[in-house]
């Protein structure tokens, strides 16, 4: 399997600033979940976001994939960007070090 990392944004800048609306709101959650799931199926490797409310805020979702094309169909899969929520693009990516002993995350914060 190879590794991915696509990134996304907000389609809105003020989803940060002024909060989301509705639609928004339930495609960030349907987003949350999905990704919850692919971790599960340990498709998913790390996600995050950065946590400025400004024009460079920025997630990224890192995971494996067998093709390129499995790797679009992902990300597009994604509820967030399939809904407009956010826009998202694909990188190839190669994780070059990892810590397993790191300190564990602030599951869901955010």
């Known amino acids: 399997m190879k590794q991915y990392l696509y990134r996304i ?3 809105r800048a003020a989803m940060l600033t002024e909060g989301p609306t509705r639609e928004e709101a339930v495609a960030v959650d ?3 979940a999905y990704l919850q799931r692919l ?3 340990n498709v998913v490797l790390l ?3 950065t946590l400025n409310q ?3 805020a920025f997630g990224i979702v890192i995971f ?3 093709t390129a094309a499995q790797a679009l169909a992902i990300m597009h899969g994604d509820p967030a960007v399939k ?3 956010m826009t998202a693009e694909l990188f190839p990516y190669r994780i070059a070090l990892w ?3 790191g300190p564990p995350p602030e599951v869901g914060a955010g």
Do not use: I, L, M, T
């Open 9 to 11: 944004h907000p389609s």
């Open 39 to 41: 971790v599960g199926e």
């Open 30 to 32: 349907e987003h949350f």
């Open 64 to 66: 494996v994939a067998a």
């Open 83 to 85: 809904q407009g929520g």
């Open 54 to 56: 400004d024009e460079h």
């Open 47 to 49: 996600a995050g976001r």
């Open 99 to 101: 810590s397993p002993q």
